[in-house]
Protein backbone atom coordinates (compact mmCIF):
# COMPACT_ATOMS: atom_id res chain seq x y z
CA UNK A 1 0.00 0.00 0.00
CA UNK A 2 1.12 3.41 -0.76
CA UNK A 3 1.91 5.69 2.14
CA UNK A 4 0.07 9.43 2.33
CA UNK A 5 3.13 11.69 1.65
CA UNK A 6 3.60 14.61 4.51
CA UNK A 7 2.23 17.68 2.35
CA UNK A 8 5.31 19.51 4.36
CA UNK A 9 7.72 16.93 3.10
CA UNK A 10 10.04 18.96 -0.39
CA UNK A 11 9.87 17.52 -3.04
CA UNK A 12 7.49 15.43 -2.85
CA UNK A 13 4.52 15.41 -5.56
CA UNK A 14 1.70 16.68 -3.24
CA UNK A 15 4.14 19.65 -2.04
CA UNK A 16 5.06 20.61 -5.43
CA UNK A 17 1.37 20.94 -6.67
CA UNK A 18 0.72 22.68 -3.23
CA UNK A 19 3.54 25.20 -4.59
CA UNK A 20 2.27 25.87 -7.93
CA UNK A 21 -1.45 26.34 -6.93
CA UNK A 22 -0.09 28.60 -4.33
CA UNK A 23 2.06 30.61 -7.25
CA UNK A 24 -0.32 30.82 -9.44
CA UNK A 25 -3.39 32.48 -7.37
CA UNK A 26 -1.21 34.86 -5.89
CA UNK A 27 -0.16 35.98 -8.92
CA UNK A 28 -3.92 35.95 -10.23
CA UNK A 29 -5.18 38.23 -7.31
CA UNK A 30 -2.96 40.89 -8.22
CA UNK A 31 -4.87 41.66 -11.40
CA UNK A 32 -8.48 39.72 -11.51
CA UNK A 33 -9.73 42.02 -8.53
CA UNK A 34 -9.49 45.31 -10.20
CA UNK A 35 -9.58 44.57 -13.88
CA UNK A 36 -13.13 45.26 -14.12
CA UNK A 37 -12.65 48.41 -11.65
CA UNK A 38 -10.08 49.53 -13.82
CA UNK A 39 -12.53 48.96 -17.29
CA UNK A 40 -15.06 50.79 -15.28
CA UNK A 41 -12.61 53.79 -14.47
CA UNK A 42 -11.70 53.97 -18.08
CA UNK A 43 -14.98 55.14 -18.69
CA UNK A 44 -16.27 51.68 -20.51
CA UNK A 45 -19.79 50.70 -20.27
CA UNK A 46 -21.09 47.98 -18.43
CA UNK A 47 -22.32 46.25 -21.56
CA UNK A 48 -18.51 46.46 -23.29
CA UNK A 49 -17.18 44.86 -19.50
CA UNK A 50 -19.65 42.23 -19.88
CA UNK A 51 -18.20 41.35 -23.82
CA UNK A 52 -14.54 41.70 -22.00
CA UNK A 53 -15.94 39.06 -19.40
CA UNK A 54 -17.34 36.91 -21.64
CA UNK A 55 -13.96 36.70 -23.95
CA UNK A 56 -12.48 33.84 -20.90
CA UNK A 57 -15.31 31.56 -21.21
CA UNK A 58 -15.59 31.96 -24.73
CA UNK A 59 -12.20 30.66 -25.09
CA UNK A 60 -12.37 27.88 -22.38
CA UNK A 61 -15.34 27.21 -24.16
CA UNK A 62 -13.39 26.50 -27.82
CA UNK A 63 -9.62 26.63 -27.63
CA UNK A 64 -9.01 25.21 -24.23
CA UNK A 65 -10.67 21.77 -24.75
CA UNK A 66 -8.84 21.27 -28.37
CA UNK A 67 -5.18 22.07 -26.30
CA UNK A 68 -5.94 19.91 -23.57
CA UNK A 69 -7.16 16.70 -25.86
CA UNK A 70 -3.77 17.63 -27.91
CA UNK A 71 -1.76 17.74 -24.22
CA UNK A 72 -3.18 14.28 -23.37
CA UNK A 73 -2.49 12.96 -26.89
CA UNK A 74 1.19 13.72 -27.58
CA UNK A 75 1.74 13.89 -23.85
CA UNK A 76 2.50 17.61 -23.74
CA UNK A 77 1.21 19.14 -20.77
CA UNK A 78 3.55 20.88 -18.52
CA UNK A 79 5.03 21.94 -22.20
CA UNK A 80 1.75 23.70 -23.11
CA UNK A 81 1.09 25.06 -19.71
CA UNK A 82 4.33 26.59 -19.96
CA UNK A 83 3.75 28.34 -23.16
CA UNK A 84 0.24 29.17 -21.85
CA UNK A 85 1.48 30.90 -18.68
CA UNK A 86 4.57 32.78 -20.70
CA UNK A 87 2.03 34.28 -23.36
CA UNK A 88 -0.36 35.35 -20.17
CA UNK A 89 2.04 37.09 -18.52
CA UNK A 90 3.30 38.98 -22.23
CA UNK A 91 -0.53 40.10 -22.81
CA UNK A 92 -1.27 41.19 -19.21
CA UNK A 93 1.72 43.74 -19.48
CA UNK A 94 0.41 44.83 -22.87
CA UNK A 95 -2.97 45.48 -21.20
CA UNK A 96 -2.18 48.35 -19.02
CA UNK A 97 -1.05 50.65 -22.47
CA UNK A 98 -4.41 51.18 -24.47
CA UNK A 99 -7.27 53.37 -23.19
CA UNK A 100 -10.16 52.29 -25.48
CA UNK A 101 -12.35 49.27 -26.17
CA UNK A 102 -11.51 48.67 -29.18
CA UNK A 103 -7.95 48.09 -28.00
CA UNK A 104 -8.85 46.75 -25.08
CA UNK A 105 -10.22 44.06 -27.21
CA UNK A 106 -8.00 42.17 -28.50
CA UNK A 107 -5.39 41.67 -26.16
CA UNK A 108 -7.79 40.41 -23.58
CA UNK A 109 -9.01 38.21 -26.08
CA UNK A 110 -5.53 36.89 -26.68
CA UNK A 111 -4.96 36.57 -22.60
CA UNK A 112 -7.92 34.78 -22.56
CA UNK A 113 -7.05 31.96 -24.66
CA UNK A 114 -3.39 31.19 -22.78
CA UNK A 115 -5.65 31.47 -19.58
CA UNK A 116 -7.89 29.12 -20.55
CA UNK A 117 -5.81 26.55 -21.84
CA UNK A 118 -3.20 26.80 -18.71
CA UNK A 119 -5.84 26.09 -15.63
CA UNK A 120 -7.32 22.84 -16.87
CA UNK A 121 -4.09 21.47 -17.94
CA UNK A 122 -2.89 22.42 -14.56
CA UNK A 123 -5.72 20.97 -12.54
CA UNK A 124 -5.63 17.62 -14.21
CA UNK A 125 -2.13 17.39 -13.40
CA UNK A 126 -2.49 17.88 -9.67
CA UNK A 127 -5.81 15.94 -9.51
CA UNK A 128 -3.78 12.99 -10.87
CA UNK A 129 -0.76 13.21 -8.66
CA UNK A 130 -3.50 13.60 -5.54
CA UNK A 131 -4.92 10.35 -6.38
CA UNK A 132 -1.83 8.49 -6.83
CA UNK A 133 -0.43 9.92 -3.66
CA UNK A 134 -3.49 9.41 -1.65
CA UNK A 135 -3.78 13.61 -0.54
CA UNK A 136 -7.27 15.26 -0.66
CA UNK A 137 -6.95 17.36 -3.66
CA UNK A 138 -8.57 20.32 -1.51
CA UNK A 139 -5.39 20.18 0.91
CA UNK A 140 -3.29 21.19 -2.33
CA UNK A 141 -6.00 23.98 -3.74
CA UNK A 142 -6.44 25.54 -0.13
CA UNK A 143 -2.86 26.83 -1.04
CA UNK A 144 -4.30 28.57 -3.99
CA UNK A 145 -6.57 30.66 -2.15
CA UNK A 146 -4.51 31.02 1.12
CA UNK A 147 -1.95 33.12 -1.95
CA UNK A 148 -4.84 34.73 -3.42
CA UNK A 149 -6.20 35.88 -0.12
CA UNK A 150 -2.73 37.45 1.28
CA UNK A 151 -2.12 39.12 -2.06
CA UNK A 152 -5.58 40.49 -2.75
CA UNK A 153 -5.03 42.03 0.87
CA UNK A 154 -2.21 43.60 0.27
CA UNK A 155 -2.25 44.82 -3.28
CA UNK A 156 -5.55 46.58 -2.71
CA UNK A 157 -3.46 49.28 -0.66
CA UNK A 158 -0.65 49.55 -3.23
CA UNK A 159 -2.86 50.01 -6.02
CA UNK A 160 -4.75 52.65 -4.39
CA UNK A 161 -1.56 54.49 -3.46
CA UNK A 162 0.73 53.66 -7.14
CA UNK A 163 -2.38 53.41 -9.42
CA UNK A 164 -3.19 50.40 -11.95
CA UNK A 165 -0.06 51.05 -14.45
CA UNK A 166 1.96 49.51 -11.71
CA UNK A 167 -0.39 46.77 -11.41
CA UNK A 168 0.07 45.40 -14.63
CA UNK A 169 3.80 45.31 -14.63
CA UNK A 170 3.78 43.15 -11.62
CA UNK A 171 1.43 40.98 -12.34
CA UNK A 172 3.30 40.18 -15.63
CA UNK A 173 6.43 39.75 -14.03
CA UNK A 174 4.93 37.82 -11.13
CA UNK A 175 4.37 34.99 -13.93
CA UNK A 176 7.02 34.04 -14.21
CA UNK A 177 7.55 31.81 -10.66
CA UNK A 178 4.42 30.11 -11.47
CA UNK A 179 6.04 28.78 -14.82
CA UNK A 180 8.99 27.89 -12.65
CA UNK A 181 6.69 26.29 -10.00
CA UNK A 182 4.91 24.34 -12.93
CA UNK A 183 8.31 22.35 -13.91
CA UNK A 184 7.67 20.42 -10.63
CA UNK A 185 4.13 18.39 -11.71
CA UNK A 186 4.46 15.12 -12.36
CA UNK A 187 3.53 14.10 -15.80
CA UNK A 188 2.37 10.51 -16.23
CA UNK A 189 3.11 9.43 -19.86
CA UNK A 190 2.52 5.96 -19.63
CA UNK A 191 -1.05 6.61 -19.64
CA UNK A 192 -0.55 8.40 -22.99
CA UNK A 193 -3.16 7.08 -25.56
CA UNK A 194 -3.95 3.82 -23.26
CA UNK A 195 -7.61 4.95 -24.29
CA UNK A 196 -9.19 4.43 -27.67
CA UNK A 197 -12.45 4.57 -26.80
CA UNK A 198 -13.79 7.78 -28.53
CA UNK A 199 -14.77 10.89 -25.66
CA UNK A 200 -18.66 10.55 -26.51
CA UNK A 201 -18.09 7.40 -24.51
CA UNK A 202 -17.99 9.65 -21.67
CA UNK A 203 -21.34 10.72 -21.91
CA UNK A 204 -22.53 7.38 -20.52
CA UNK A 205 -21.89 7.84 -17.51
CA UNK A 206 -24.71 9.55 -15.94
CA UNK A 207 -23.32 10.88 -13.33
CA UNK A 208 -21.06 12.84 -15.24
CA UNK A 209 -23.36 14.41 -16.93
CA UNK A 210 -25.28 15.15 -14.12
CA UNK A 211 -22.30 16.97 -12.46
CA UNK A 212 -21.86 18.73 -16.15
CA UNK A 213 -25.19 19.98 -16.25
CA UNK A 214 -24.90 21.09 -12.72
CA UNK A 215 -21.49 22.44 -12.97
CA UNK A 216 -22.86 24.70 -15.99
CA UNK A 217 -25.38 26.38 -13.89
CA UNK A 218 -22.89 26.97 -10.96
CA UNK A 219 -20.55 28.47 -13.25
CA UNK A 220 -23.27 30.64 -14.75
CA UNK A 221 -23.98 32.34 -11.22
CA UNK A 222 -19.96 32.74 -10.40
CA UNK A 223 -19.52 34.34 -13.70
CA UNK A 224 -21.97 37.23 -13.06
CA UNK A 225 -20.44 37.22 -9.39
CA UNK A 226 -16.71 37.56 -10.83
CA UNK A 227 -17.81 40.01 -13.67
CA UNK A 228 -19.39 42.24 -11.36
CA UNK A 229 -18.80 41.69 -7.51
CA UNK A 230 -15.62 44.24 -7.93
CA UNK A 231 -17.79 46.55 -9.68
CA UNK A 232 -21.02 46.47 -7.20
CA UNK A 233 -18.34 47.19 -4.26
CA UNK A 234 -16.94 50.45 -5.86
CA UNK A 235 -20.61 51.30 -6.68
CA UNK A 236 -21.46 51.07 -3.25
CA UNK A 237 -18.74 53.56 -2.33
CA UNK A 238 -16.08 50.70 -1.60
CA UNK A 239 -12.53 51.90 -1.08
CA UNK A 240 -9.95 49.87 -3.50
CA UNK A 241 -8.43 48.16 -0.32
CA UNK A 242 -12.17 46.79 0.22
CA UNK A 243 -12.08 45.38 -3.30
CA UNK A 244 -9.15 43.96 -2.60
CA UNK A 245 -10.88 42.57 1.23
CA UNK A 246 -13.74 41.49 -1.13
CA UNK A 247 -11.61 39.10 -2.63
CA UNK A 248 -9.37 38.22 -0.32
CA UNK A 249 -11.59 37.33 2.77
CA UNK A 250 -13.34 35.13 0.59
CA UNK A 251 -10.49 33.48 -0.70
CA UNK A 252 -9.51 33.52 3.45
CA UNK A 253 -11.91 31.70 4.45
CA UNK A 254 -12.34 29.17 1.44
CA UNK A 255 -8.55 27.65 3.15
CA UNK A 256 -10.47 25.72 6.42
CA UNK A 257 -13.72 24.33 3.63
CA UNK A 258 -10.62 23.08 1.27
CA UNK A 259 -8.80 21.56 3.91
CA UNK A 260 -12.05 19.53 5.80
CA UNK A 261 -14.07 19.14 2.22
CA UNK A 262 -12.17 15.80 1.98
CA UNK A 263 -13.03 14.41 5.16
CA UNK A 264 -16.86 15.52 4.71
CA UNK A 265 -17.28 14.09 1.84
CA UNK A 266 -15.80 11.35 3.02
CA UNK A 267 -18.55 11.51 5.79
CA UNK A 268 -22.02 12.50 3.42
CA UNK A 269 -20.65 11.66 0.10
CA UNK A 270 -18.95 14.27 -2.71
CA UNK A 271 -22.66 14.58 -4.54
CA UNK A 272 -24.42 15.60 -1.34
CA UNK A 273 -21.42 17.68 -0.38
CA UNK A 274 -21.54 19.50 -3.03
CA UNK A 275 -25.49 20.63 -2.66
CA UNK A 276 -24.25 21.84 0.43
CA UNK A 277 -21.59 24.41 -1.24
CA UNK A 278 -24.14 25.25 -3.59
CA UNK A 279 -26.61 26.05 -0.93
CA UNK A 280 -23.53 28.75 0.57
CA UNK A 281 -23.23 30.16 -2.56
CA UNK A 282 -27.21 30.73 -3.61
CA UNK A 283 -27.56 32.83 0.07
CA UNK A 284 -24.23 34.58 -0.50
CA UNK A 285 -25.55 35.75 -3.97
CA UNK A 286 -28.97 36.40 -2.54
CA UNK A 287 -27.60 38.70 0.01
CA UNK A 288 -25.15 40.42 -2.72
CA UNK A 289 -28.78 41.41 -4.23
CA UNK A 290 -30.40 43.03 -0.86
CA UNK A 291 -27.11 44.49 -0.14
CA UNK A 292 -26.78 48.45 -0.34
CA UNK A 293 -23.70 49.28 2.34
CA UNK A 294 -20.38 48.32 0.96
CA UNK A 295 -19.42 46.79 4.24
CA UNK A 296 -22.20 43.85 4.77
CA UNK A 297 -21.06 42.79 1.21
CA UNK A 298 -17.81 41.40 2.92
CA UNK A 299 -19.62 39.31 5.23
CA UNK A 300 -21.43 37.83 2.36
CA UNK A 301 -18.61 37.43 0.33
CA UNK A 302 -17.03 34.96 3.38
CA UNK A 303 -20.15 33.20 2.87
CA UNK A 304 -19.39 32.51 -0.64
CA UNK A 305 -15.86 31.65 0.13
CA UNK A 306 -17.06 29.05 2.19
CA UNK A 307 -19.42 27.54 -0.27
CA UNK A 308 -16.40 27.63 -2.89
CA UNK A 309 -14.12 25.76 -0.90
CA UNK A 310 -16.32 23.25 -0.53
CA UNK A 311 -17.23 22.92 -4.17
CA UNK A 312 -14.36 23.43 -6.23
CA UNK A 313 -12.04 20.70 -4.83
CA UNK A 314 -14.80 18.47 -4.32
CA UNK A 315 -15.88 19.09 -8.19
CA UNK A 316 -12.69 18.08 -9.53
CA UNK A 317 -12.18 14.72 -7.22
CA UNK A 318 -15.53 13.49 -8.05
CA UNK A 319 -15.15 14.50 -12.01
CA UNK A 320 -11.22 13.40 -12.11
CA UNK A 321 -12.76 9.57 -10.20
CA UNK A 322 -14.95 8.83 -12.93
CA UNK A 323 -12.96 9.56 -15.53
CA UNK A 324 -10.11 7.55 -17.35
CA UNK A 325 -6.15 8.62 -16.37
CA UNK A 326 -5.54 9.47 -19.97
CA UNK A 327 -7.82 12.28 -20.52
CA UNK A 328 -7.96 13.48 -17.04
CA UNK A 329 -7.33 17.30 -18.58
CA UNK A 330 -9.47 16.63 -21.38
CA UNK A 331 -12.22 15.84 -18.45
CA UNK A 332 -11.48 18.80 -16.52
CA UNK A 333 -11.10 20.78 -19.72
CA UNK A 334 -14.82 19.75 -20.97
CA UNK A 335 -15.85 20.20 -17.09
CA UNK A 336 -14.17 24.02 -17.31
CA UNK A 337 -16.12 24.50 -20.57
CA UNK A 338 -19.38 24.17 -19.69
CA UNK A 339 -19.58 25.46 -16.47
CA UNK A 340 -17.19 28.22 -16.97
CA UNK A 341 -17.16 28.54 -20.68
CA UNK A 342 -20.52 28.19 -22.22
CA UNK A 343 -22.47 29.04 -18.73
CA UNK A 344 -21.24 33.03 -18.18
CA UNK A 345 -20.43 33.31 -22.30
CA UNK A 346 -24.41 33.26 -22.60
CA UNK A 347 -24.89 34.84 -19.03
CA UNK A 348 -22.17 37.65 -18.70
CA UNK A 349 -23.83 39.78 -21.74
CA UNK A 350 -26.77 39.49 -20.05
CA UNK A 351 -26.00 40.65 -16.85
CA UNK A 352 -23.85 43.90 -18.62
CA UNK A 353 -27.42 44.67 -20.23
CA UNK A 354 -29.67 44.01 -16.53
CA UNK A 355 -26.70 46.08 -15.16
CA UNK A 356 -27.12 49.12 -17.51
CA UNK A 357 -31.20 48.69 -17.31
CA UNK A 358 -32.28 47.25 -14.01
CA UNK A 359 -29.38 48.01 -11.38
CA UNK A 360 -26.57 45.58 -10.07
CA UNK A 361 -28.40 44.16 -7.65
CA UNK A 362 -30.92 42.46 -10.45
CA UNK A 363 -27.42 40.51 -11.15
CA UNK A 364 -27.17 38.39 -8.32
CA UNK A 365 -30.60 37.72 -7.66
CA UNK A 366 -30.02 35.86 -10.95
CA UNK A 367 -27.26 34.06 -10.09
CA UNK A 368 -28.71 33.26 -7.09
CA UNK A 369 -31.18 31.04 -8.82
CA UNK A 370 -29.35 29.49 -11.56
CA UNK A 371 -27.47 28.00 -8.03
CA UNK A 372 -30.95 26.75 -6.95
CA UNK A 373 -31.32 25.52 -10.26
CA UNK A 374 -27.86 23.16 -9.46
CA UNK A 375 -29.08 21.90 -6.52
CA UNK A 376 -32.54 20.75 -8.02
CA UNK A 377 -29.98 18.70 -10.66
CA UNK A 378 -27.65 17.16 -8.79
CA UNK A 379 -30.44 16.33 -5.91
CA UNK A 380 -32.36 14.79 -8.56
CA UNK A 381 -29.51 12.53 -9.62
CA UNK A 382 -28.43 11.90 -5.76
CA UNK A 383 -32.13 10.70 -5.74
CA UNK A 384 -32.08 8.23 -8.44
CA UNK A 385 -28.84 7.08 -7.11
CA UNK A 386 -26.36 8.04 -10.05
CA UNK A 387 -23.67 8.10 -8.26
CA UNK A 388 -23.96 4.86 -7.00
CA UNK A 389 -23.06 3.39 -10.42
CA UNK A 390 -19.04 2.49 -11.22
CA UNK A 391 -17.85 4.53 -14.06
CA UNK A 392 -19.24 3.10 -17.47
CA UNK A 393 -14.98 4.06 -18.40
CA UNK A 394 -12.50 3.06 -15.63
CA UNK A 395 -8.99 4.25 -15.23
CA UNK A 396 -5.95 3.02 -16.56
CA UNK A 397 -3.79 3.25 -13.97
CA UNK A 398 -4.07 2.51 -10.44
CA UNK A 399 -3.77 4.89 -7.84
Not at 122 to 139: I, T
Not at 225 to 238: K, P
Amino acid sequence: MLRKPALTQPGNPAWRGALYYLCYWSSMALCMPYLNVHYSQLGLTGFQIGLLGALVPLMRLTAAPSASALADRRGWKKRILTLALIASGVFLYLLGIPKTFGLILPIVGLMAVAQSIATPIADGLVARMAARYRVDYGKLRLWGSLGFAVAALATGALWQRFGYGAMFIVGALAVLPVALAAQGLQEDRSTQAKSRLPISHLLRDHGLIALFIANFLIGAGEGLYITFSGVYMDVLGGAEWMIGGLFGLSALVELPAMQYAGALARRIGKPLTLVISYALMAAAFLGYSMSRTPLILLFYAMLKGVGFGLYFPTTVSLSDERAPAAWSSTVQSLLMALGWGLAPLLTTPLAGWLSDTLGLSRVFAVAAGVQLLAILVLGWAIFRRTFAATPLIETTENV
